[in-house]
């Protein structure tokens, strides 16, 4: 028997699967650079890719900060509340 979350996880990854790649339509209007990758109108000028590329750093400065914090978070007290949520001793 197949569990229900199996089937709303297969579904949830088939409609992004779906949804991740542009139709043909909006590839040939897509910038060669975002060619596929994206629905609808492509940056209209330079500003534009200026603000892609900033916000393309600050996430992946998020990432990479939170994913540094999360597996050596630097607290060493014995009463912070990782250790409780961690259950570490």
Do not use: Q, W
């Not at 779906?18 to 590839?27: M, N, S, Y």
């Not at 650079?33 to 500003?47: D, E, M, Q």
């Amino acid at each position: 028997m197949i569990g229900k979350r199996k089937i709303t996880l297969t579904a949830v990854a088939m409609f992004f699967g779906a949804v991740t790649f542009a139709c043909p339509v909006c590839d040939r209007a897509e910038p060669k650079i975002f060619r596929g990758l994206v629905h609808g109108g492509g940056p209209n000028s330079n500003s534009d890719y200026i603000i892609i590329a900033i916000m393309t750093i600050l996430v992946l400065l998020t990432l990479f900060y939170s994913v540094k914090f999360l597996v050596k978070p630097g607290e060493r007290s014995t009463n912070h509340i990782k250790r409780t949520i961690l259950f570490i001793d």
